[in-house]
């Protein structure tokens, strides 16, 4: 009786954890004011509704990273399609839901009797903490049943929303993309957990491959953030011309990170020949790596250079780092999010600090709207806070520094959590494996190694009856 | 020599139906006058075209949902994928044509000697009216031929548009997403023909079912229609605040109804798996629901309990109801649109029912705004049709019901029409099965009982040389 | 050891036009001017920056259309699908860079000293230039090595450029959605090629073929090129008449394009069933047939007929000419891009003719708006080169046939270029099948005649080592 049991515990996590949701949002969330719709309110004000035409297509388009893209990005498995996307799905109302709470108490005064407002420019928002935590699935994919994906981005919003306070409300750093705050901090908490979670079978599971038209399927993920990426680098950007940038330099630096992934792809394989890993994944990371600077005037052969970078390691990690990751330090990274996330986001981290310590020879324009804080002794504006181009340059390291640190202590935390016997994880052969959480077709076996593959998920479910 | 007669007779119906198209619109179809770009023509108007710019992306945005996300979330059918998504293009591109003209007819004084207008604005409500025979589409797919697709899309969309002429323009009811207009009338005009058509060889195909893939590929129709749908109930939205509290309302209904969703799905399955029909379909109920009440102050709490609702009633429906409603009633109903569309529309007519009983506790503005008929005594303003809130209310449940009743008695009629044997139905082993309307690839079987498939099909290509 | 060497080839190639291309754009391309932001930088104008918000969404849809639209399109072939999206991706990367070079040194004043700027706006040509180059990539699909696409597509988007700077800049001519200058020279470029690269064991490989899921994966990309289509003819409007025109001139046509798609190829087909062929390319003509005119004032029947027309050809074009073509004039056409982009670009560009010449009937702002440069004889404005409507009608004539002879002289040259021993062209066993290029999944066989192919490609492989 096991099986059913399975099913009421998830259910009844989910329920209660929905019910919980609601009742928060009912006391303390609430629409924005009508204060800000004073095209609306102030007949004085004729235009100031114009921002919110940028906000919704940008929310749109990293709505659709998150649903589209990382959902189908994950599918390349042949045997955990359904999950991959389906889960993502889960994942993503969820974390949503809980980002929008946190990130409420984080920045309303609760406790002083505010209410936290819950607009269209804070959707994107709740999408962009959500994606933390599906990068972090990423590495851990396959290998933890969804009672331990839900608990695990609990768990990790929380951490990483508290990082970015720190980062943006305290330090005042800049990371217009997230490459620090999202990529890099959901990477290696990822990667903390596969390693509290590492078990010798992942390595031995014959179902860790991928067929034809899976790989196929990962494709419709990765030209969709392909495509959507500029909108989450830029969705942010105070201005038109940051904005601007932000989405030149993103589109530009995922070019040529694109065409050198290509490049170093067909050198590292024996026999000069593409491998679909790297184009789907490491293509991508070209956004990754100027998340941090997307908005900063390092004009277009800047964007371009980063992006060449991004794609060489990222394309070398995934040949050389991740297999030798999996045997020495028994962390097994299913998707390769270190090559993709990790990597271009530290890479993106050390960017916004070199960056920010040039920023004395930027525009003064430049330098008040993108580091308010910057002091620059040869000019009559100063900064709140009265700092050097180069001490801006510091905090920004130091931010990265406590985002790796936050992200590494808190994954392995939340590791040794989701090894508790109590949430249901998949045993050996289950890994990589729709038909443990999934009603998968009968007659629709998935191409290759196919009769095996059923063979066993039938005797598993005839043992259970 | 049926078969090329066959082909004659579909392609005849279409080219005179384009043909007429052509001629009507030729006669009767204008683009927008010049004094709708004040900007251009009017010196002294510097901002007025602004609004085109929300426009456009929100019809591209439903213009998505229509072509990508209705077209794939019906390529379930391991066999019918072709047929589901190139008839799904077929049907919406004659559809669109004729809810132009439809709606041309009703909206412009055309007797009186007045053009009808089609611009930018008015694309999207030819798609809003193509939807609705899309949803009818659902619960007769596989089990209908082209012709009688047209045919019966072509009556439908006809009555609802009076339909709807009745409820918005005669009753003065508001259902900003159409969740009643649309949603409702489709779903139930779709299942009185689907009883009208019902054969017991329907209930014993062994084409019904899909295979790994094929639910992969309907993955991509949902996870579309799951971003966009807040573009589908905001997009007649009146003002940037309606706008907004539609998108929002619906996104948080989205999340709140998907996981519900996931919940109920895997306590309903006797191992406690998740079931990708539930995934697929009953997700998308979150957008339903809300479709009558998204622009309304129910703050964010109301749309997500509008969504946890719909989730729950609709992987209850698909679990219960529709095998139910197949066996006792006679009705088959092959993407359960009466779970995705029928009861979550209901659910969503009550609630705006219900909401505008209670508009009288609303703020003045907001009451205006979206009631400008309802009457309030204690305020100095007045609506034109000096209804109570709780008039108001009524009216909206009295449209639901004249929809519900248009749409059964329509439905059964054309089912009747549907039934005259000249529209090429598809005899029984052609159920679910492309091989009838399309030239399948010889080699490239569909996954799990291929062999047995394409022997039948090619059995039947030489029977009729 | 010819195989490393062949990755090496490649790498070395891509690596070296990256390299060049960061060169180049160090020193030449900038971001744009500040005084491109005049709603920041100039105090008294608040409104400027609006167009920058119709621009970037115009630019997402465009590139949507490119990288999942071309890419997947292609994916047809049952054992090319890693290479059509793939290559699209690399291909596509390599080209937007080569294309703001391009134009960077065509449109500034490079040589006096002036540096080319990248924007938002500039981002959307690229993607411009880069369809012209993919177009080609259709005709030649299969049967040519990356580095030979890569090779292809410098000389062909160097050499469109051109030609669009004689059209637009020197003969004034106007091609809104580059009908002529993008879809009519990327067609018969490319078949020009494959003319010259015509080898006899193309006609009798058995691999091109598609297999059920393949055709689906390709339906992925005629649903979002449909979509997107208005997107690509509105963008480089000059006002939002024009755009708005142009938005629903290209649905209407694709509408009416699709219908006549379906209607004619049941009736060319011998048991009037629909072909997968068909439905995905000719349902996309009606996009390219009113590319040069979708600003003008055709009314909306206008645009009916045009892509009615556009929908019959095309669908005979693939069902008679083609075949003809390759087996009479040795013009293998993998894609069909005769029919999809040449005849209905043909036919466009006749159309924006005929329009032009009629033009003297048009409103007076219509004349002016869409042609500066004709001169009208009863009125008292006067273009600046003083031309008749039939004059300019003239003009449009000409660009169209100067641009078909660039097409085909240069596309003739390169193929010579191409046939140059050193690109790595593939061998015969290696047409349309990915195992030349890519790691193709050990299990993963795309399904039918699998066991056929992957026995080829495993002696192949074992041959090299």
Known sequence: ?????????????????????????????????????????DPNNT???DVNYAKYPNFMDVNGMIFVGF??????????????VGLNLLLSVVFIQWAAIVRGFIHADILGGEKFHMGVGDMVTYDFATATALISFGAVLGKTSPIQLL??????ILLAQLNEYVGVDLLHVRDIGESMFIHMFGAYFGLAVARVLFDEDIETSSKEGTVYHSDLFAMIGTVFLWIFWPSFNGGFADDQQQRDRAYL????????????????????????RFNM???QNSSLAGGVVVGATANMPMEPFGALIFGAVAGIISVLGYRFLTPLMSKRLKIHDTCGVHNLHGMPGVLAAIGSA????????????????????????????????GRTAGQQGGYQFLAATITLGIAIGGGALTGLILKLPIWNA????????DSENWEVPDEGVPLGNSSNHYKISNTHVESRM
Chains 1, 2, 3 share one sequence.
């Open 1 to 41: 009786m096991s099986v059913p049991l399975r099913g009421v515990k998830f259910s009844t996590l989910v329920l209660v954890v929905q019910i919980v949701f609601i009742i928060i949002i009912a006391f303390f969330g609430r629409y924005p004011d009508n204060a800000d719709y004073p095209e609306i309110y």
């Open 47 to 49: 235009n100031a509704g």
């Open 71 to 84: 959902g189908f990005l994950m599918t390349f498995l042949k045997n955990y399609g359904f999950s991959s």
């Open 151 to 156: 608990v695990m981005g609990i768990i990790e």
């Open 249 to 272: 330099n993103t589109f530009l630096s995922l070019c040529s990170c694109t065409a050198m992934t290509f490049a170093v792809s067909a050198i590292v394989d024996r026999q000069g």
């Open 277 to 279: 890993v790297h184009v």
């Open 354 to 385: 070199v960056l920010a310590a040039m920023s004395g020879s930027w525009s003064l324009h430049d330098r008040i709207a993108i580091f308010p804080e910057t002091f620059e002794e040869n000019s009559t504006v100063t900064g709140a806070l």
């Open 426 to 433: 998949p045993e050996d052969e289950h890994l990589f494996d």
